[in-house]
């Protein structure tokens, strides 16, 4: 079965730090990959996707991701973080022939502190 | 609307009770999907429709959840005879195809409280 494996349930960085955060998934045919992210009392929202092509992705405020196949990966990573980027983030793969439904992983709680 | 919306936003009702939530996807979108966000199982599909039609029920966790879609537009889901496990966060989402290179896009959620 297809799944997604977030390794940190919560990341606590001060601001300007750089921001790495893991998933990797279980699947052995093509995928589409995505982050989402939910700030505090708003919905989950795209930050970024890979469907082919550049492995390396960039996506909404400063954020990037790299598709890393022989190691079933897809990390968020960002520069410097601010304080507005406390929230948390949630990979998600899409499988062919999988009715274009979203498989999530549990999610990354990231609190940034001034 | 500009977005997703849901209703109601909060829902709190008695064990055994039946409830509707209601999904208003994005003008156009023919794409939608439910999901549920719960503390013990993150983020869980539950069922996509394609028009009017649900090619995928797959994540539908019993018989007492069904769900429909009507006019290619608004999609209730309904939860009868509710238990305490059903409380969660219910999301909605809606694409524009079904394509998987459409990003879904997700309302607010209607948050389900079974007592």
């Known amino acids: 079965a297809q799944s997604v494996s977030q390794h940190n349930h919560h990341v606590i960085l001060s601001e300007a730090a750089s921001l790495e955060l893991g998933c990797n998934y279980s699947y052995g045919g093509t995928v589409n990959l995505f982050w989402y992210v939910q700030y505090p009392g708003q919905h989950l929202q795209l930050l970024l996707k890979y469907f082919s092509g550049d492995p390396l992705v960039k996506g909404i405020k400063g954020f990037e991701a790299e598709f890393i196949k022989s190691k079933f990966s897809f990390n968020l990573r960002k520069p410097s973080v601010q304080w507005s980027d406390t929230a948390e983030y949630f990979c998600?793969?899409?499988?062919?022939?999988?009715?274009?439904?979203?498989?999530f992983g549990a999610g990354t709680r990231l609190a940034v502190h001034p | 609307g500009a977005g997703v919306s849901q209703s109601p936003s909060n829902k709190v009702t008695e064990k055994g009770k039946d409830v509707e939530l209601r999904c208003d996807p994005i003008s156009g979108h023919t794409a939608l999907y439910w999901y549920r966000q719960s503390l013990g199982q993150g983020l869980e599909f539950l069922i996509y429709?394609?028009?009017?039609?649900?090619?995928?029920k797959s994540g539908l966790p019993s018989d007492r959840f069904s769900a429909e879609r009507t006019g290619g537009s608004v999609s209730t889901l309904t939860i009868q005879r509710t238990q305490q496990e059903d409380s969660a966060v219910y999301l909605c989402?809606?694409?524009?195809?079904?394509?998987?290179?459409?990003?879904?896009?997700f309302g607010p959620g209607t948050r389900l409280t079974v007592l």
């Open positions: 989402a809606s694409s524009l195809l079904a394509d998987s290179t459409d990003t879904q896009y």
């Open positions: 998600a793969l899409m499988f062919s022939g999988g009715y274009n439904k979203l498989i």
């Open positions: 429709f394609q028009g009017n039609s649900a090619p995928d």
